[in-house]
Structure formats: C-alpha cells, structure tokens
C-alpha cells in the first residue's frame, strides 16, 4: 500500500507562484509514475502533470511553460511548481501515484485558489 500526502495549497492572486508537494510513503518502490490531477467546483478531475522515474514529463497543454513538475525518487516525493497562475487554475489539486501494475493511488488533496 502506498500512502500520498500533499502539502503546499493556498491562496495566491493572479500571476502569482505556489508548489505543491506531494510525499509517499508504505510500498512506494514500486512506483513509476507520478503526477497531478485537479478539479475545479462542479468540473470533472482534469490531468495536470506527470513524471516517469526515468524522468519524462507531460503536460495539460493549458500549464505548459507556466507549471513544471519535478520529482526526488530518494525521497519518494514530487513537485508542481505552478508560476503566472490564473483563476482558471483554482481547483483542489490530487497527487497520484502509479505502480508497475498500472494501480493508481492518491493523495487528499490540496486546495489552490487564484484570485483575480
């Protein structure tokens, strides 16, 4: 089992910076994939980001150039660097975590509002 916790949500106004943090611990050796959905009040989950272990990323072509993510295998962790945000943006921010038998676990959450 691997358990994700977030942190580093908060309020910011628009064209403001903010990271997110997300930190796994229990069975995370198992881990390949690593990233970040986010849903908006009264919206579906929307994928934001994600990092393989080797490094690779993707993103939601509306973050790109303005999010990066970024990931510490040693310490199991990874990281959304969100700069020039929009309100657009605002939304509770999940980290997932994806295993070699393509299982995904997920974090609580962490709210990001941008205020315009």
């Known amino acids: 089992q691997v358990q994700l916790v977030e942190s580093g949500g908060g309020t910011v106004q628009a064209g403001g910076s903010l990271r997110v943090s997300c930190a796994a611990s229990?069975?995370?050796?198992?881990?390949?994939?690593m990233g970040w959905y986010r849903q908006a009040p009264g919206k579906q989950r929307q994928w934001v980001a994600a990092?393989?272990?080797?490094?690779?990323?993707n993103y939601l072509d509306s973050v790109k150039g303005r999010f990066t993510i970024s990931r510490d295998t040693a310490k199991n962790s990874v990281y959304l660097q969100m700069n020039s945000l929009k309100p657009e943006d605002t939304g509770v921010y999940y980290c997932?975590?994806?295993?070699?038998?393509?299982?995904?676990?997920w974090g609580q959450g962490t709210q990001v509002t941008v205020s315009s």
């Open positions: 229990g069975s995370s050796f198992s881990i390949n994939v």
């Open positions: 990092i393989t272990g080797g490094g690779s990323t």
């Open positions: 997932y975590a994806e295993n070699s038998l393509a299982y995904v676990h």
